[in-house]
Structures are given as C-alpha cells and as structure tokens.
C-alpha cells in the first residue's frame, strides 16, 4: 500500500441473496473497460487506516470490526440488519458522503494484494483515454494514492464474486450532474492527441 497515507479501505459486503442495501446511483457512462457513475447523497460507517502491511490484512481487521459493530457492539448494544452503509476502520466512525461521480472497474475473484494495484492501474489506463482524464486523481498523481475497493461478497462465497475498483471524479471539467464539460474537454483533450 505504499507510503504512510490514510487510505479509506472500503469493504461494502452487500450481498444480494439476502436482499440488503447498496448504494443508489445512476450510470452516466458506460465503456467496456469502466462506467461513470452518480452516487447519491449516503451515509457509511468508516475506517480509516494508517498504513498497514497488506491490503487483505486491513480488511480482515475492518469486517470483524463491522461484524462486531452490526452484531450489536455499539452505544445502543443494537444488533443492526446488513445492509449498507457500512466501511472499515479500527476506530468506527459514521460519515456521510454528497452525491459523488465514481469511475468504476469491475472485476472479479478474492481481492487480494497482488490483484488490487494490477485492477487499479487498468482503470488509471483506461481513464487516461478517456474524456475523464483531466477530472481524475485530485491532488495525487497517480490512482495509487486515490482508489477505493469495493467487495460486494462474503468471505466465503467463493463463485461469482464482484468486486470494484473507485476513483472519485471531480474538478472543473465535472458537473454536479457528473457530466463532462465538452467544450473544455475537447480544447485539453485535442491538444494530448
């Protein structure tokens, strides 16, 4: 995982034979390697962890933490259904999230360390092409420092599992919306080809 950076390690087990929540968004735009989507406004609780010494090692840790905060360890002793909003962190925490434009790649099997950098850099390429090249990254620049992975399984469902990979999209060529804005688009883009 690189560098001492805070990284939101995002485990969003949402499993669909049991019927719980996701996240509502809308597809803005769909190509065969990634889609854009727009997120709405949504609640999760978090984990922030500080640099830890593998990626799969840090989820570990965060689901039985989740696990625990769900089966009833929290201020009302409350078992909560799964569903989500739900995140990683040793130190729970609830934050709330505005609606968000995300790039998303899917891919499939165990999120493992040596699968997470090679699927994030895919859509770092994939995007680098794209009309959403000049909204990625933010400060950083590379996706290294900017991505999120999202499990929507649990551990021992060992078919068929989903996952994804997310960078948030924003700046000035972003709409509220999560629209491109052509006209500055085509002027930046033209000039790169």
Not at 18 to 32: G, K, L
Not at 56 to 76: C, E, P, R, V, W
Not at 96 to 116: L, M, P, Q, T
């Amino acid at each position: 995982m690189g560098k001492l950076t805070w990284v939101m390690v995002l485990v969003l087990i949402f499993v669909v034979a049991f019927a719980t929540e996701t996240p509502q968004f809308t597809t803005v735009h769909t190509e065969s390697s990634f889609e854009i989507r727009l997120y709405r406004p949504m609640a999760w609780m978090t984990a922030p962890i500080l640099h830890q010494s593998s990626f799969q090692h840090a989820t570990l840790m965060g689901s039985h933490k989740l696990f625990q905060y769900i089966q009833g360890a929290n201020m009302n002793f409350s078992r909560i259904p799964l569903s989500f909003p739900v995140l990683t962190d040793l130190h729970l925490k609830a934050e709330h999230w505005d609606s968000v434009c995300v790039a998303v790649r899917k891919f499939s099997g165990f999120v493992v360390d040596e699968n997470i950098g090679k699927e994030a850099s895919m859509l770092e390429s994939s995007l680098r092409r794209s009309p959403w090249a000049n909204a990625t990254f933010g400060m950083s620049t590379t996706i290294e420092d900017a991505y999120t992975i999202a499990q929507y399984n649990l551990p021992f469902k060992h078919r068929a599992r989903v996952n994804e990979v997310w960078v948030t999209l924003s700046g000035p060529y972003i709409s509220d919306k999560c629209e491109i804005s052509t006209s500055t688009y085509t002027n930046e883009f033209a000039s790169t080809i």
